[in-house]
């Protein structure tokens, strides 16, 4: 069997993978990419970007339903899944392509096939056509994650749902009930509410959106119960059975209640992808199902790095495509900077959406001696009165004696892009002072944050 040579070969095409390969392109490295599905990988084909196409027809939904508040009458909207459903298709298509562009104008190899690591730096590539070997003097573990199983919940496309299901239905179930309220269950949550089902979430935690501040997923929680979707904490699924073409769901914890579905939305989490992919011909370790890494993305294998969500959370695609570029640097011998977790943004897109970075405040009271945190509501901020966007406010954290930005906290509409700012603040160095001098454009809801980085010190001019 002839082999093919490489300085890197890269297991898995998603968001880390394509760019790792491509920066390493860029640095002038021999390049390929082993994909056994879709190139774009979860995220652009059955993950975030598919999501957010679905949820912008929730959006011109909810807009449309509320015209007359803006002077316009329209006849009542009605929804035509199949459309929504195909747009979300054709927009990932369209990704889809243009990575597998970006691959090839930066001279990519690409590989379709199961990759297995065979030792000492070869892999096998077995498609339904051929089996290849290749010679890599580097190896980058991009392979991702799944969606986590729940026992005796087998996803059978009917009843019970993955995101896969959730991302192409064939009609809007009458009842949902999402298992599950984190960042992937409150948008499909909100999803399915806007077009019309009715929708219950159930979370093991004492609070949805349990990642971020407290006072943040308060708010949400508030939002949507007002919107319609109930919400039950602190409890979980004790038993259930398919009745009459319905699940029956017994409810167990701080409420102990029944439930009947058409659907029920699996949503706790993912899984990491390392099965079959040859780890026990190496010395990589596993810490709960993710591939130990150090700070550069190194395993325990020399000159094999993994990268993204199997490598550990948190499972965010611009956090693995950051460690694709930091990882190919590092072994080109680049100056690199070791990823700092807590200043990756996280973004929601509910209604109304989530964004933060940083600390939350009970984190940084655990940092700093003293904080200082600011708040300012967005229906204090003319541009958000204009747009009918008022609901939600900004909240910073800063540390007293330093005026360092420990964390920044939002909730509103199209807070997901306003998170940048803080993140660019963050990733500077820049302290209260300079966030108080920067002139902020008006009328934008981008005023809000400066009006609460005032607010933190008590200069707050508009509230």
């Given at each position: 069997?002839?082999?093919?040579?490489?300085?890197?070969?890269?297991?898995?095409?998603?968001?880390?993978?394509?760019?790792?390969?491509?920066?390493?392109?860029?640095?002038?490295?021999?390049?390929?990419?082993?994909?056994?599905?879709?190139?774009?990988?979860?995220?652009?084909?059955?993950?975030?970007?598919?999501?957010?196409?679905?949820?912008?027809?929730?959006?011109?939904?909810?807009?449309?339903?509320?015209?007359?508040?803006?002077?316009?009458?329209?006849?009542?909207?009605?929804?035509?899944?199949?459309?929504?459903?195909?747009?979300?298709?054709?927009?990932?298509?369209?990704?889809?392509?243009?990575?597998?562009?970006?691959?090839?104008?930066?001279?990519?190899?690409?590989?379709?096939?199961?990759?297995?690591?065979?030792?000492?730096?070869?892999?096998?590539?077995?498609?339904?056509?051929?089996?290849?070997?290749?010679?890599?003097?580097?190896?980058?573990?991009?392979?991702?994650?799944?969606?986590?199983?729940?026992?005796?919940?087998?996803?059978?496309?009917?009843?019970?749902?993955?995101?896969?299901?959730?991302?192409?239905?064939?009609?809007?179930?009458?009842?949902?009930?999402?298992?599950?309220?984190?960042?992937?269950?409150?948008?499909?949550?909100?999803?399915?509410?806007?077009?019309?089902?009715?929708?219950?979430?159930?979370?093991?935690?004492?609070?949805?959106?349990?990642?971020?501040?407290?006072?943040?997923?308060?708010?949400?929680?508030?939002?949507?119960?007002?919107?319609?979707?109930?919400?039950?904490?602190?409890?979980?699924?004790?038993?259930?059975?398919?009745?009459?073409?319905?699940?029956?769901?017994?409810?167990?914890?701080?409420?102990?209640?029944?439930?009947?579905?058409?659907?029920?939305?699996?949503?706790?989490?993912?899984?990491?992808?390392?099965?079959?992919?040859?780890?026990?011909?190496?010395?990589?370790?596993?810490?709960?199902?993710?591939?130990?890494?150090?700070?550069?993305?190194?395993?325990?294998?020399?000159?094999?790095?993994?990268?993204?969500?199997?490598?550990g959370p948190p499972w965010l695609a611009h956090k693995a495509s950051h460690e694709g570029v930091l990882c190919v640097e590092k072994i080109m011998g680049l100056e690199v900077h070791p990823l700092e977790v807590h200043k990756i943004p996280a973004c929601t897109y509910s209604h109304p959406q989530v964004a933060s970075v940083g600390y939350s405040e009970?984190?940084?009271?655990?940092?700093?001696?003293?904080?200082?945190?600011?708040?300012?509501?967005?229906?204090?901020?003319?541009?958000?009165?204009?747009?009918?966007?008022?609901?939600?406010?900004?909240?910073?954290?800063?540390?007293?004696?330093?005026?360092?930005?420990?964390?920044?906290?939002?909730?509103?509409?199209?807070?997901?892009?306003?998170?940048?700012?803080?993140?660019?603040?963050?990733?500077?160095?820049?302290?209260?002072?300079?966030?108080?001098?920067?002139?902020?454009?008006?009328?934008?809801?981008?005023?809000?944050?400066?009006?609460?980085?005032?607010?933190?010190?008590?200069?707050?001019?508009?509230?």
């Amino acid at each position: 069997m002839s082999k093919q040579k490489f300085d890197l070969v890269v297991i898995g095409g998603g968001p880390g993978g394509y760019v790792a390969a491509i920066r390493a392109s860029q640095l002038g490295m021999k390049t390929a990419v082993v994909e056994k599905a879709e190139l774009g990988g979860i995220c652009l084909n059955w993950g975030c970007l598919p999501t957010k196409a679905l949820l912008r027809s929730a959006d011109v939904l909810r807009l449309v339903k509320h015209a007359d508040i803006f002077g316009i009458d329209v006849e009542q909207p009605q929804v035509n899944i199949d459309k929504v459903v195909q747009r979300s298709r054709d927009v990932s298509a369209k990704l889809q392509r243009g990575v597998a562009g970006l691959l090839k104008k930066n001279q990519v190899t690409v590989f379709q096939g199961e990759a297995k690591l065979l030792g000492k730096g070869q892999i096998s590539v077995q498609n339904i056509a051929s089996t290849q070997q290749l010679d890599a003097t580097h190896i980058i573990l991009a392979t991702g994650a799944r969606a986590r199983a729940i026992p005796n919940m087998q996803v059978d496309g009917q009843h019970f749902w993955s995101y896969r299901e959730a991302l192409v239905p064939k009609m809007i179930p009458k009842r949902m009930v999402v298992i599950g309220a984190g960042a992937i269950g409150m948008e499909f949550a909100c999803f399915y509410q806007s077009m019309g089902a009715k929708v219950t979430v159930i979370e093991l935690t004492d609070r949805i959106l349990p990642q971020e501040d407290a006072e943040i997923s308060s708010t949400v929680a508030k939002s949507l119960k007002q919107d319609g979707i109930q919400i039950y904490t602190e409890c979980k699924v004790a038993r259930h059975q398919l009745l009459n073409d319905e699940v029956q769901l017994s409810i167990e914890g701080k409420q102990n209640t029944q439930l009947n579905a058409d659907v029920v939305l699996l949503a706790v989490g993912i899984s990491a992808n390392t099965e079959n992919l040859g780890l026990e011909k190496t010395r990589i370790q596993l810490d709960r199902g993710h591939i130990v890494t150090d700070e550069y993305c190194r395993t325990s294998e020399k000159n094999v790095y993994a990268i993204g969500d199997v490598a550990g959370p948190p499972w965010l695609a611009h956090k693995a495509s950051h460690e694709g570029v930091l990882c190919v640097e590092k072994i080109m011998g680049l100056e690199v900077h070791p990823l700092e977790v807590h200043k990756i943004p996280a973004c929601t897109y509910s209604h109304p959406q989530v964004a933060s970075v940083g600390y939350s405040e009970k984190q940084a009271q655990a940092l700093a001696k003293k904080i200082r945190v600011g708040k300012f509501p967005f229906v204090a901020n003319g541009k958000a009165l204009a747009m009918e966007s008022s609901e939600g406010f900004v909240k910073v954290i800063f540390d007293e004696a330093s005026g360092e930005l420990l964390g920044a906290h939002m909730v509103g509409d199209e807070v997901t892009e306003m998170i940048n700012g803080y993140a660019i603040a963050q990733t500077l160095e820049t302290t209260e002072q300079e966030l108080m001098q920067t002139i902020l454009p008006h009328p934008t809801m981008s005023e809000a944050m400066h009006e609460a980085v005032l607010a933190a010190y008590q200069r707050a001019l508009h509230q």
